[in-house]
């Protein structure tokens, strides 16, 4: 479980959150929207402890983040927009390198090729250079690498962006795969199509502030459209 609590972040004189709270339950998907700037990636940061809330608080599973860093970096994974890989090594390679670095032991590697099959690598470039991958391949080993951790909350900072459709849609599915194991999941996003579709929840966000929050299973596509448009208008 995610939880935010009145969380406010000060950089300087600009505050990019202003007493947001949140909460993502095991199994629910949580879609954040908004404009640029809106305080979206600053919200996963303060999850990660990239940066700590001048007020309020983040915890993960019951633990305050501030207060137990290390152990609550364990129970989450985070798949930012741009999978940071070792272009030299190959698909499995990062992944051995990665997983045993998140869990601090190395997994045998007919388990290192399942996750990477589960998370839908082509067979045919598990041993393949990541410098050759295209962005939907490298998202795909950053979700092994999630996998290869068990976390149970998930957080994403604009997985989709820049994926195309075949490979969004795809990418939804493994989210939900997660969410039906009980992950609490936490993503930002541009993609209204994609919040509607995918998340349980979406949260739409406003120069640091929350301004609403419905679930996806209540809202139409459109409606989702006209109220998003009308709180970037107002
Ligand atoms: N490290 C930082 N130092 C100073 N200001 C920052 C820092 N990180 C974010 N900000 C500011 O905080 C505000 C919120 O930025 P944030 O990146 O969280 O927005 P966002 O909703 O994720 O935007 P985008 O959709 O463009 O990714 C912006 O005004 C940004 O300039």
Redesign the pocket.
């Known amino acids: 479980m995610l939880e935010a609590v009145n969380v406010t972040k000060e950089?300087?004189p600009?505050r990019?959150l202003n007493g947001v709270s949140l909460r993502v339950e095991a199994g629910e998907i949580y879609c954040l929207l908004?404009?640029?700037?809106?305080?979206?990636?600053?919200?996963i940061n303060l999850f990660l402890n990239f940066?700590q809330p001048t007020s309020g608080s983040v915890w993960i599973n019951g633990r305050d983040v501030a207060s137990a860093p290390i152990d609550t970096k364990r129970d989450v994974a985070y798949i930012p927009e741009q999978v940071m890989l070792y272009g030299m090594l190959t698909g499995l390679e990062n992944l051995d390198y990665f997983a045993a670095l998140a869990t601090g032991q190395r997994q045998p590697k007919d388990h290192l090729v399942a996750l990477l099959a589960e998370a839908g690598l082509p067979a045919d470039a598990v041993d393949r250079r990541v410098s050759n991958y295209s962005k939907g391949m490298r998202q795909k080993v950053g979700i092994a690498i999630a996998l290869a951790k068990n976390a149970r909350a998930l957080l994403l900072d604009?997985p989709t962006s820049g994926l195309d459709p075949s490979a969004a849609n795809e990418f939804s599915q493994l989210l939900v795969r997660a969410q039906e194991r009980g992950v609490a999941i936490l993503t930002?996003t541009?993609d209204l199509f994609h919040a509607k579709q995918t998340g349980t929840r979406v949260g739409i966000?406003k120069r640091?502030n929350l301004m609403s929050e419905l679930d996806s299973a209540d809202v139409s596509h459109n409606d989702l459209e006209a109220l998003y448009l009308q709180h970037m208008r107002d």
Request: hydrophobic share 30%; aromatic share 4%; glycine share 24%.
């Open positions: 950089f300087g600009n990019a908004g404009a640029n700037g809106a305080g979206k990636t600053t919200l940066h604009e930002t541009h966000m640091g």
